[in-house]
């Protein structure tokens, strides 16, 4: 279960939190105010494996925590931070990133763009951090670095934006102060899976379930990006659905776009019931229907349905889309597990070297 997390900062009216994703959507140039985050698709043995064997990209681990965009404004009196969710909110915080050649930290990033992760770290003496995991770059005070290549645009949240906010942290002795602390996430070679499953994950203070595979040459992409791929374990394979009940059954709803302008939902199937899980879940809540909940995929929980319970997904606006659902069934069906994608890496490794011209 996600540790539960509250976004730092305060929660913009729907008139504020619009007009900011608008200045966003015209500022990377995507002209709407949706979520413009790159959404990865779900590994298959079929693709996936042909993508990492024949093309370059680089992996990190599956952080469990609440996906943000953070833009960073250098406005009067003092600079602001503001984290977008996929689910349309905007929070605004006082927290500020100086620029990399401000010794005294006095001049801060101005319409600099990352995509990040918020987490909660667990510590051995059981308090909790909050963490900022940077993974993206955007933009970078006014320069549209999207079309960069990935190395490129993690140099410049390493180098330009981590760094300088670390460095000030240490300097001025104001972790306390700040309502996160600032990290990159590790990014490997493609093949470094095992070098993340031994040496990384273990010694996370978070949960993480998959791996992100990235492509070293594409674009940041907003929305679905197929130059992304999620592994996660075939049973951890999870899908967001809208759900409403019907006759005592939880009936789980794809997204399916608009129709006559209003977003219209598609059914899919009835939500695996054991005895005793009504009591459990829902039960208690007084209105069910319209809400989102995650479910993972278990055929053998409760026959004949597939899909079990795991949680609600309130930091979420909409559903998956039909596509994505399909989508996710297609890599439960095609999947690989663990073993056999860490039996790959040695190959991975060699196609690697060999069209770089490096020694294998």
Same mark, same amino acid.
């Given at each position: 279960?996600?540790?539960?997390?509250?976004?730092?900062?305060?929660?913009?009216?729907?008139?504020?939190?619009?007009?900011?994703?608008?200045?966003?959507?015209?500022?990377?140039?995507?002209?709407?105010?949706?979520? /413009?985050?790159?959404?990865?698709?779900?590994?298959?043995?079929?693709?996936?494996?042909?993508?990492?064997?024949?093309?370059?990209?680089?992996?990190?681990?599956?952080?469990?925590?609440?996906?943000?965009?953070?833009?960073?404004?250098?406005?009067?009196?003092? /600079?602001?931070?503001?984290?977008?969710?996929?689910?349309?909110?905007?929070?605004?915080?006082?927290?500020?990133?100086?620029?990399?050649?401000?010794?005294?930290?006095?001049?801060?990033?101005?319409?600099?763009?990352?995509?990040?992760?918020?987490?909660?770290?667990?510590?051995?003496?059981?308090?909790?951090?909050?963490? @900022?995991? !940077?993974?993206?770059?955007?933009?970078?005070?006014?320069?549209?670095?999207?079309?960069?290549?990935?190395?490129?645009?993690?140099?410049?949240?390493?180098?330009?934006?981590?760094?300088?906010?670390?460095?000030?942290?240490?300097?001025?002795?104001?972790?306390?102060?700040?309502?996160?602390?600032?990290?990159?996430?590790?990014?490997?070679?493609?093949?470094?899976?095992?070098?993340?499953?031994?040496?990384?994950?273990?010694?996370?203070?978070?949960?993480?379930?998959?791996?992100?595979?990235?492509?070293?040459?594409?674009?940041?992409?907003?929305?679905?990006?197929?130059?992304?791929?999620?592994?996660?374990?075939?049973?951890?394979?999870?899908?967001?659905?809208?759900?409403?009940?019907?006759? !005592?059954?939880?009936?789980?709803?794809?997204?399916?776009?608009?129709?006559?302008?209003?977003?219209?939902?598609?059914?899919?199937?009835?939500?695996?019931?054991?005895?005793?899980?009504?009591?459990?879940?829902?039960?208690?809540?007084?209105?069910?229907?319209?809400?989102?909940?995650?479910?993972?995929?278990?055929?053998?929980?409760?026959?004949?349905?597939?899909?079990?319970? @795991?949680?609600?997904?309130?930091?979420?606006?909409?559903?998956?889309?039909?596509?994505?659902?399909?989508?996710?069934?297609?890599?439960?069906?095609?999947?690989?597990?663990?073993?056999?994608?860490?039996?790959?890496?040695?190959?991975?490794?060699?196609?690697?070297?060999?069209?770089?011209?490096?020694?294998?």
């Amino acid at each position: 279960m996600t540790e539960q997390i509250t976004i730092p900062g305060r929660l913009l009216a729907p008139n504020e939190s619009y007009n900011m994703r608008t200045f966003v959507g015209e500022l990377i140039g995507t002209g709407h105010p949706r979520f /413009p985050g790159s959404q990865p698709v779900s590994f298959t043995r079929t693709r996936s494996l042909r993508e990492l064997l024949e093309h370059d990209y680089y992996v990190c681990e599956k952080s469990d925590g609440i996906r943000v965009l953070v833009l960073m404004l250098n406005t009067s009196p003092q /600079p602001q931070t503001y984290f977008f969710t996929r689910k349309n909110e905007v929070y605004q915080t006082q927290a500020a990133f100086p620029l990399p050649t401000s010794e005294r930290f006095s001049q801060f990033h101005d319409r600099t763009l990352i995509d990040a992760e918020l987490v909660v770290d667990t510590e051995a003496d059981g308090s909790r951090v909050m963490k @900022l995991l !940077g993974f993206d770059t955007l933009m970078i005070d006014g320069f549209n670095c999207m079309s960069r290549a990935l190395d490129k645009r993690l140099g410049y949240l390493r180098d330009h934006i981590f760094q300088p906010f670390i460095k000030m942290c240490q300097r001025l002795g104001n972790h306390n102060s700040l309502p996160f602390v600032a990290e990159m996430k590790s990014f490997q070679r493609s093949y470094g899976v095992k070098l993340l499953h031994t040496e990384v994950i273990p010694k996370l203070k978070h949960k993480s379930d998959g791996y992100i595979f990235t492509s070293a040459q594409a674009p940041y992409t907003p929305g679905t990006c197929d130059k992304i791929i999620k592994w996660k374990p075939s049973n951890e394979n999870s899908v967001d659905f809208r759900i409403s009940l019907e006759m !005592g059954r939880v009936r789980l709803l794809a997204f399916a776009g608009k129709k006559n302008g209003r977003d219209d939902y598609t059914y899919f199937e009835d939500l695996a019931m054991r005895e005793g899980d009504w009591e459990k879940h829902f039960a208690n809540i007084e209105e069910l229907n319209g809400r989102i909940i995650e479910v993972v995929w278990d055929p053998e929980y409760a026959p004949p349905g597939k899909w079990r319970f @795991l949680r609600f997904r309130d930091d979420k606006l909409e559903s998956n889309y039909i596509g994505v659902v399909q989508s996710i069934m297609d890599s439960i069906s095609d999947n690989i597990e663990l073993d056999e994608l860490l039996a790959y890496m040695d190959q991975i490794r060699a196609m690697w070297k060999t069209r770089h011209g490096e020694v294998a």
